[in-house]
């Protein structure tokens, strides 16, 4: 049997080309001429679905729109130029052609994409935790260390809690006094009592928030209650896993009639930081802030090096050893994952 020959650097790079471009013409079916777009105008992401994403217009009329293969980025909050198509075809009504510096950005690690901007240009950010499927403190502080990285304080909101017990309430209280003597604001709501819907409709508005969190959590359920009229699809907490199932699919951006904007974004089982630094984990806890820097050897791991001052002031009292146990398991969560070298090149 003859022997295959191995094909060329050259080659190899002309057949990936053209199915690259096979690919492209397949997502992109809708190409106008300059002459079939309308003038610029601006708008905002709704909602983003792969090639597409639907843009909100000046008017508040929603456009779905091709992406310009020039757009490397674009996620639920961007504000953009689009043209609109003089013509409506397969859906497709306009194309968007740039997209105008972000605000502000929350990102996080994918396995596939490095790292992955979540949602664009918010002002407020809703750590959204409850009862069911389980309260985790981990996934609350993984958060936080995201948002002290834009330098977006967030607010933590306790979830469900006519599903608590007796128990169960003072243990979670417990936890979450300690984001409060940081100085993080604590809400508490339940859909099903409407506890808690109008401080957390009043905290919304006027701002750009999202609500972000573990999947089952009931962050589309609140969406409902805060805007009923919206009517999302919701599902309860599998009962046979116990783990929260995903509703919400891809970030979306709804307005309130009193002002203000909500991205409801899809919750995820894990938040991984992989592409900090043990320096940039530090600096999410911000009770630490005037220890860093003051340990008696300036390679410490804050874990049992002599002369740590993070342990020394946890000894002391002066931040919480729970607090500094959580950073000494997200730091060792970085040593241990394979992908962190992908962001440390």
Known sequence: MAKKRKLTKGQTRRIQANQDKKLNRKNDTVNWQDEELGEPQTGVVISRFGQHADIESQSGDIHRCNLRRSIKSL???????????????????????????????????????GVKPIAANISQIVIVSSVLPAFNADIIDRYIIACEQISIKPTILLNKIDLLDGAQEQEIAKQLDIYRDIGYQILFASSESEHGIEDLRTQLKDHISIFVGQ??????????????????????????????????????????????????????????????????????????????????????????????????????????????????????SLDTNTLTSRFRD
């Open 75 to 113: 996620v639920c909050g961007d504000k953009v130029l689009w043209r609109q198509g003089k013509e409506t075809e397969h859906s497709i009504s306009g194309v968007i052609e740039a997209v105008h510096e972000r605000a502000s950005e929350l990102s996080r690690p994918d396995v596939y994409d």
């Open 215 to 332: 999947s089952g959590v009931g962050k589309s359920t609140l969406v409902n209650s805060l805007m009923p009229e919206l009517g999302l699809l919701t599902k309860s907490v599998s009962e046979n896993s116990g783990l929260g199932q995903h509703t919400t699919t891809v970030a979306r951006l709804y307005h309130f009639k009193e002002g203000g904007d909500l991205i409801d974004s899809p919750g995820i089982r894990e938040f991984g930081l992989w592409h900090l630094s043990p320096e940039q984990v530090a600096e999410g806890f911000i009770e630490f802030s005037d220890f860093l820097g003051t340990c008696k050897f300036r390679d410490c791991k804050h874990k049992k090096d002599p002369g740590c001052a993070l342990i020394a002031a946890s000894e002391q009292g002066k931040i919480h050893p729970e607090r500094l146990a959580s950073f000494q398991r997200i730091v060792d």
